[in-house]
């Protein structure tokens, strides 16, 4: 028992929390969150849906230390979030490119910021350009790339600096379908070669069944945990394939039904 | 070259052109209508006497013009320094906005000709005054157009910025200083004509030198072709001014959003 406990010794903790965005002058605030509690394994790549509002992004950006949360406690790798923790990468809903950057230097940026030497991450820088199919893009500016791209490079740029823990809010919301399948489908590659711990946001069911391990259902707001089904669907999934499964459908449904949408 | 090339060509030229034809239309109807309607030269002279006025005092002009053209960089220079430098204390500093915004919104309502005459008292008939002049007109857009570009940094930014753990400096060496650049291009473009507007009053005030004082005394004996001329040379050096900032401008080509 003590053996096993140890071996899925949980990568994030998440306790009892409850997030309360405060009024302005005394009025009553706004319950977000309310007694949150969830542990993510190592390696394993949980996502969170739940109606619009709900207060998802929320307790994102209370993983990312972006913000405070009034009860409760989170661990991440074992330290308690003070800040954003260096184990941690996030990716918004926007891609957050800096317009005055080239490609280049913003791909570089944060691993830059998060202090590693520009000499030692270039064959990195290279071989993401790459992977993230930006060739022949390194010196152009942000508004030179579609929606599409743009994300790639936000995601690239996450990548560089080597969170073990990625967060990420909603990344494909704004792209259209075939898109986003490309980047879903790129994003499980990644996940497999680099054993990340992956926390997605997104308000698409199929998305969520389709590249998760376990689905976290929460509730209109204040958010709490409603339901988490495992994916037990076989790996490596292939979008189409993964897609025609009859289990496929069933987790859609089920969801679905979950969320109030079928 | 392809199509497109050429009509964004054929369009450029045609901005200059239709400038052009604009311009020398206006001109020919001032030297004309001065004429037809028998208009006294010391009241409006023809545009081809103020040209010979021009010509005839080229040297002078030119003297004169570098007088003012000193006088308005030190000025305007000095209120770029001080209104970054003030703009970034009260933006940073509470208490700075609460003290120091005040008093310079306080000050910019100060009319500012009025207080020429007291600058040329406290610093005298020389190229400090003038300095200061200039200086009080362009410091406050400066301000102003800083400060609206440090609020303007786009928040999701910001929040981008501590989920990569940018230290303070970086945050505002690679966020808020680029963020900033546009506004403070646009503030420069409003503060560089001020200078030069400031620069001229001091130099009415009292002054031995400059376009201003050129004015005056043109007017003063009655030359009026000359007083034009001085104020074409006026027209022309904030112009040329304007336009380098225009140019320099184009290097911050990006707007934060």
């Given at each position: 028992m003590e053996n096993s406990?140890?071996?899925?010794?949980?990568?994030?903790?998440?306790?009892?929390?409850?997030?309360?965005?405060?009024?302005?002058?005394?009025?009553?605030?706004?319950?977000?969150?309310e007694d949150v509690t969830t542990n993510i394994k190592d390696c394993e790549f949980v996502s969170i849906i739940g109606p619009s509002g709900c207060g998802k992004s929320t307790l994102l950006k209370v993983l990312a230390g972006l913000i405070p949360y009034e009860a409760g406690d989170v661990t991440i790798c074992d330290k308690v979030i003070e800040g954003t923790l260096d184990e941690v990468g996030v990716v918004f809903q926007t891609p957050n490119l800096l317009p005055w950057l080239t490609i280049g230097k913003n791909l570089s940026l944060g691993a830059e910021m998060r202090?590693?030497?520009?000499?030692?991450?270039?064959?990195?820088?290279?071989?993401?350009?790459?992977?993230?199919?930006?060739?022949?893009?390194?010196?152009?500016?942000?508004?030179?790339?579609?929606?599409?791209?743009?994300?790639?490079?936000?995601?690239?740029?996450?990548l560089l600096y080597k969170p073990q823990v990625l967060l990420m809010d909603e990344p494909f919301g704004a792209l259209d379908a075939l898109t986003r399948d490309r980047l879903n489908m790129e994003l499980l590659r990644i996940w497999q070669a680099e054993k990340k711990t992956v926390v997605l946001i997104t308000h698409s069911i199929a998305e969520a069944v389709l590249l998760s391990d376990r689905v976290i259902v929460m509730s209109e707001r204040p958010a709490c945990i409603l339901e988490e089904i495992i994916i037990d669907l076989p790996r490596p999934r292939d979008p189409r394939a993964t897609r025609e499964m009859s289990k496929f459908g069933d987790y859609v449904v089920r969801l679905g039904a979950l969320m109030g949408v079928v | 070259m392809n199509s497109d090339t050429k009509r964004a060509?054929?369009?450029?030229?045609?901005?200059?052109?239709?400038?052009?034809?604009?311009?020398?239309?206006?001109?020919?109807?001032?030297?004309?209508?001065?004429?037809?309607?028998?208009?006294?030269?010391?009241?409006?002279?023809?545009?081809?006497?103020?040209?010979?006025?021009?010509?005839?005092?080229?040297v002078q002009l030119v003297e004169h013009s570098l007088v003012t053209l000193e006088e308005v960089i030190f000025g305007f220079g000095t209120a770029t320094i001080a209104g970054v430098a003030m703009a970034v204390v009260i933006y940073f500093v509470p208490l700075a906005k609460r003290t120091i915004y005040p008093l310079m919104i306080a000050l910019q309502s100060i009319p500012k000709i009025g207080l020429a005459p007291v600058i040329v008292i406290w610093f005298g008939y020389g190229l400090s005054s003038k300095v200061i002049m200039a200086f009080l007109f362009?410091?406050?857009?400066?301000?102003?157009?800083?400060?609206?570009g440090l609020s303007g940094t786009p928040q999701h930014l910001e929040e981008h910025f501590r989920a990569l753990k940018a230290s303070a400096w970086d945050?505002?060496?690679?966020?808020?200083?680029?963020?900033?650049?546009?506004?403070?291009?646009?503030?420069?473009?409003?503060?560089?004509?001020?200078?030069?507007?400031?620069?001229?009053?001091?130099?009415?005030?009292?002054s031995n030198e400059g376009l201003g004082n050129l004015i005056l005394m043109a007017t003063g004996s009655s030359q009026t072709a000359l007083t034009f001329g001085a104020l074409f040379a006026v027209t022309i050096l904030s112009l040329s001014l304007f336009y380098i900032i225009e140019l320099a401008g184009k290097l911050v080509w990006w707007r934060a959003h």
């Amino acid at each position: 028992m003590e053996n096993s406990k140890q071996i899925d010794a949980p990568t994030i903790t998440i306790n009892g929390v409850s997030k309360i965005y405060p009024g302005k002058d005394g009025a009553e605030g706004v319950k977000a969150l309310e007694d949150v509690t969830t542990n993510i394994k190592d390696c394993e790549f949980v996502s969170i849906i739940g109606p619009s509002g709900c207060g998802k992004s929320t307790l994102l950006k209370v993983l990312a230390g972006l913000i405070p949360y009034e009860a409760g406690d989170v661990t991440i790798c074992d330290k308690v979030i003070e800040g954003t923790l260096d184990e941690v990468g996030v990716v918004f809903q926007t891609p957050n490119l800096l317009p005055w950057l080239t490609i280049g230097k913003n791909l570089s940026l944060g691993a830059e910021m998060r202090g590693f030497k520009s000499k030692e991450i270039k064959p990195d820088i290279e071989a993401m350009v790459k992977v993230m199919s930006l060739d022949g893009f390194e010196d152009r500016y942000p508004h030179e790339l579609s929606g599409g791209m743009q994300q790639r490079v936000s995601i690239g740029q996450a990548l560089l600096y080597k969170p073990q823990v990625l967060l990420m809010d909603e990344p494909f919301g704004a792209l259209d379908a075939l898109t986003r399948d490309r980047l879903n489908m790129e994003l499980l590659r990644i996940w497999q070669a680099e054993k990340k711990t992956v926390v997605l946001i997104t308000h698409s069911i199929a998305e969520a069944v389709l590249l998760s391990d376990r689905v976290i259902v929460m509730s209109e707001r204040p958010a709490c945990i409603l339901e988490e089904i495992i994916i037990d669907l076989p790996r490596p999934r292939d979008p189409r394939a993964t897609r025609e499964m009859s289990k496929f459908g069933d987790y859609v449904v089920r969801l679905g039904a979950l969320m109030g949408v079928v | 070259m392809n199509s497109d090339t050429k009509r964004a060509k054929w369009k450029l030229n045609r901005n200059i052109i239709d400038g052009l034809i604009f311009f020398i239309i206006l001109g020919l109807l001032w030297e004309y209508a001065v004429k037809l309607f028998g208009i006294k030269s010391y009241l409006l002279p023809p545009l081809s006497d103020i040209f010979a006025a021009m010509w005839t005092a080229r040297v002078q002009l030119v003297e004169h013009s570098l007088v003012t053209l000193e006088e308005v960089i030190f000025g305007f220079g000095t209120a770029t320094i001080a209104g970054v430098a003030m703009a970034v204390v009260i933006y940073f500093v509470p208490l700075a906005k609460r003290t120091i915004y005040p008093l310079m919104i306080a000050l910019q309502s100060i009319p500012k000709i009025g207080l020429a005459p007291v600058i040329v008292i406290w610093f005298g008939y020389g190229l400090s005054s003038k300095v200061i002049m200039a200086f009080l007109f362009a410091f406050f857009p400066i301000i102003i157009a800083v400060m609206g570009g440090l609020s303007g940094t786009p928040q999701h930014l910001e929040e981008h910025f501590r989920a990569l753990k940018a230290s303070a400096w970086d945050t505002f060496w690679y966020l808020r200083v680029p963020s900033v650049l546009p506004s403070f291009v646009d503030g420069c473009k409003v503060a560089m004509p001020l200078a030069v507007i400031g620069a001229i009053v001091g130099e009415f005030v009292g002054s031995n030198e400059g376009l201003g004082n050129l004015i005056l005394m043109a007017t003063g004996s009655s030359q009026t072709a000359l007083t034009f001329g001085a104020l074409f040379a006026v027209t022309i050096l904030s112009l040329s001014l304007f336009y380098i900032i225009e140019l320099a401008g184009k290097l911050v080509w990006w707007r934060a959003h």
